[in-house]
């Protein structure tokens, strides 16, 4: 009993915390009906900064723990001021949670730079000795984090009900559009409301920071916490965020101690899913219904960029050729082998696209699929005589099985609710990978997979490797280009656009959705089994959640929609931090900042600018040829 | 009561029977005991003043909303428990009252996204190149080709439809619906946003339609269009029918006038 009630305090130190995220996700969320992703990461930027201000620099706690609060503050107002608010205007609310995964990245990446990869810890507030009350003994900071919560709920309920700033927030979350009548700057308030959000991250980290360990990519845990924690309790609802909060420090307190740590976090995630089932609007649901024949998603579709026709099949021929040639020209095997990478993932990034680009389904747990290919078909490589071509069916067999499962959830959902729903299945896997340390090797990875082999040939040599590759992705490419210039694509894109303007027209948006998620499944899958074999070796953090990210993240910068897009997002990054060594530790950084831009500046992506470039080329071109011979160029016209 | 009387009576002979609908939101009447029939072969409106009920009978009718009471038979066949999609593939397609071209696509490829519901569509055939997926895309895009030159949006097949004005996007959707070559077409207020010469463009096209045997259901404020091109009138104020009529009929009902007044002289001119 004591047992239990000392890990229940714990529980509720760890929920406080996760509480306080959430309420920041309530609240950007209520004001704006946009999701920050980046919540965590400002909880982590303060509490490192906390470190170096306390820590490093010898500050007193009392002024470095409030500078390292404010310069947050001012940090993340100034970067919603360019990132965040105008993204509201011209991006669909999903696009939106993707911008701030990016934010949330770059933020990752500049703690990477910044702080390195070492785990820092800082000192309590108020000494190391805990207190003791009959056999229980609390930690000091625990008193802190329950205060600072209690503090943070009381003057946020007071801000919002009795003030008129409280007036505006509320006047934004009922209708915006009547809001800005009404003479409220609806920007301002976001801005006001993003930067309230920041303030209790930031105070929710420094406090909290003394109980955990603190690294670079710990800010994604505290998101993926808050988030599950909001997602549970209630988008919202504050007290939802709350009760979510606290329920899901609890249960993963309990759950660490009692079942095992390894499978902690898949039970919350299996929580979630099934609230997500069950209720999609959380325990505790707040707001009103809205009108379903309305469209909900104006700002959602822009134009995918496209190569004029007559280009189309030369350019084709060309780049085949150039793919052909390349490892001819390349000696050196780091590149090839990177070339290699960038080709495999271009197989998921095609999947991707034809769920993302065409179909409009947002995923952020692409590379769960890319798990379970690879360690199915590295496991039966290792364990069994079974054919490694035969394991990579046997993997894509189990990957769309369990998504047949996730798609009972993910069917009924849309936008933000699908982004949660994939998200946590891809953080899922991956606490199953670590978990499953019989089948995949636990977080030391799954080692002595053989190379991939086909009727008594071995591809052992990248090179071998980058042919085998480059034969699958024309082929993917000539079929997903047959397929989406054709009825199925335009169904996908009119679901995109209008499910129910596409439904009232007799296409099966369940049907099309489905097989579109089914077809970027077996991608992944295959393009997990590839790699798997490439390396002969697959870890956790190889197809991990920040792999989905990646995957994202290259698909809007090189260009959604277009199926070839990816290949030079793919390419962007891999290739660079290769080329370059120093360039190497930037590579997070880069990643989330170009996702970033190319969301605000380059919606038609890398493929769009190129696209853009050679029709202009191509049309100053076309008016000597017109002027020249007029007749010709008017029948090729027509 | 009467909506179980009136429910037994469904017009067998009615393109579309629409039997004592009614609906709630929260305490909010906002369709009771609505009963009216469309004939084949003719343009029946479906008018009255703002929320008076309009496009929630459309949404009733094709199921986007499910119904607290009542029975709607189409071509024959009882809607109940059938979803939009399924609706639609019996060739009852709507339209919606905000202009609803797909962004992202060109003109010609909105209106071949209307003929989806006639192809096969095989994705394998697609992905391989079959001769015959590729026949039939061929085919899809010439009838597109040939919906636009009749309403004279050819000019702009290859733009993107968010890129016409605004009368073209109202008629593009249209003639999207008509490229299903559907059995009855209900329109969602097709003449809003449009100027003088593009709404004789519209009653032109409605006419056509006609024409052609398909039965038309249109909502319109547009009193001028109704009375030239409306066979019959179906008047509905406050979730409830008024009045039903030939346009001349209704043009002189009291409680029709009186409805209009009321409120505000909206539809008067
Ligand atoms: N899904 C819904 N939820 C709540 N109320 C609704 C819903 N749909 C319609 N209403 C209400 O029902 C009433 C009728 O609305 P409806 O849109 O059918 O009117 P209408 O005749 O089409 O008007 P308009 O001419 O403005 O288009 C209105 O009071 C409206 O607010
Ligand atoms: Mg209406």
Redesign the pocket.
Known sequence: MLEFVQIAIGGLVVGSMYAAIALGFSLIYRVTGAINLAQGGFALIAALIGYTFGVAWGWPLIVAIPAAVIATVIAGVVLARFTFVPALARLSNANVLMLTAGILTMIEGFSLVVWGSQPYATPPFSGEQPLAFGGITIPTQAFWVFGATALIIAALWFLIAETRLGKGLRACAENPAAASLMGIDVPRMTLFSFGLATLIAAIAGVIVAPSTSLQFDTGRLFTISGFVAAAIGGMASFPGAIIGGLFLGLVTQLSTAYISSLFSSAISLLILLVVLIWRPQGLIAGGV?R???TRDDVKAAGHAAKLPAHLGWPLAALAVLVAVAIPFAVTDNGIMSSLVIAAILFMALMGLDVLMGYAGQVSLGQAGFMAIGGYTSGYLAINTEIAPALSIFAGIGVSLACALVLSVVTLRLRGLYLALATLAFGLLIDSCAVGFIDITGGPSGLVGIPSFSVAGFTFATPRAMYYLVLALDIVILLGLFGAMRSGFGRALQAIRSDQMAAAALGINTVRYKLAAFLISVTLASLAGSLYAFFFNFLAPEMVGTSRSLELVAMLIIGGESTLVGGLFGALLLTLLPVMSAPLAIYKTFASGALLVASFLHLPQGIYGVLIQLLTRLAGARGEVAAKVNPVSDRVQAS | MSAIDTQSQANETAMLSVRGLAKS??G?K??NDVSFDVRPGEVTALI????????????LVTNI?ARDAGRVVFAGRDLANLSPVEIANLGLVRTF?SARVFPGMTAIENVMVGGHRLGRHSLAGQALWLWRAREEERRTRQRAGEMLELVGLSGFAGMHATELPMGAQKLLEVVRALMAQPKLLCL??PAAGLNDTETQELANLLRAIRKLGIPVLV?E?NMSLVMNVADRVVV?DS?AIIATGTPAEVQNNNRVIEAYLGKEDHGAS
């Open positions: 219904a009108r379903q024949d | 939101f929260g909010l906002a369709i009255g003043p703002n929320g008076a009920g309009k496009t929630t009978v459309f949404n909303l009252q969602d207020e909502v404020h509905i979730g």
